[in-house]
């Protein structure tokens, strides 16, 4: 349970071991909650954060915001100036690492709209869902609802041989473009 003033409490749905990855959601849903307001839907996190494989230096906390209603721009740039004081103050927590996107409900049911993309080489504006269907399935089954409702039963199913498929595409990929002989050296 975390405070936010003497009348709003914002409540975790999840409790991670690593307290300095709990300060960061916190700041980071309190920051969304008070910009997004009453078109925040829900918090997810999935990727290396929940297989304690989160790694400073090269890793990303990531997440899905889902809205009700397309961003304005003012939510834009309010969000984007809350990533730059992330980057530039908030230097004892993972907050620098946060990756993800702000995608509204039509969006993720593939029409268009206005989302917004936090990337490890800047922000960029949506008109459309960017997330491929391995990301949106890895959402889906693997990730946490850190806050709000289920959002499940509107993300796209994926079957299995498209998932085949993906990982076959993605290992030509790593084999033309990958570098140094690690295994993260495709980033």
């Given at each position: 349970m975390i405070t936010l003033n003497h009348k709003e409490t914002l409540y975790l749905i999840y409790h991670f071991q690593d307290e300095k990855i709990n300060r960061t959601l916190s700041l980071f849903l309190k920051d969304i909650q008070y910009v997004l307001r009453d078109k925040l839907t829900s918090v997810y996190i999935y990727g290396?954060?929940?297989?304690?494989?989160?790694?400073?230096?090269?890793?990303?906390?990531?997440?899905?915001?889902?809205?009700?209603?397309?961003?304005?721009?003012?939510?834009?740039?309010?969000?984007?100036?809350?990533?730059?004081?992330?980057?530039?103050?908030?230097?004892?927590?993972?907050?620098?690492?946060?990756?993800?996107?702000?995608?509204?409900l039509t969006l993720i049911q593939s029409e268009a709209g206005q989302a917004l993309w936090w990337g490890t080489k800047g922000e960029n504006i949506w008109s459309k869902n960017q997330l491929d269907l391995f990301t949106m399935y890895t959402i889906k089954n693997q990730g946490l609802l850190l806050y709000g409702e289920s959002q499940n039963h509107i993300m796209p199913a994926i079957q299995k041989e498209e998932i085949r498929r993906y990982l076959l595409d993605f290992s030509i990929c790593m084999r033309e473009h990958g570098k140094g002989g690690s295994l993260h050296s495709i980033d």
């Open positions: 290396s954060a929940l297989h304690n494989d989160l790694c400073p230096g090269y890793g990303d906390l990531d997440f899905l915001v889902i809205v009700n209603s397309n961003l304005t721009s003012n939510e834009i740039e309010r969000l984007n100036m809350k990533r730059s004081t992330y980057r530039m103050e908030c230097t004892d927590l993972y907050s620098h690492m946060l990756e993800g996107a702000f995608l509204p």
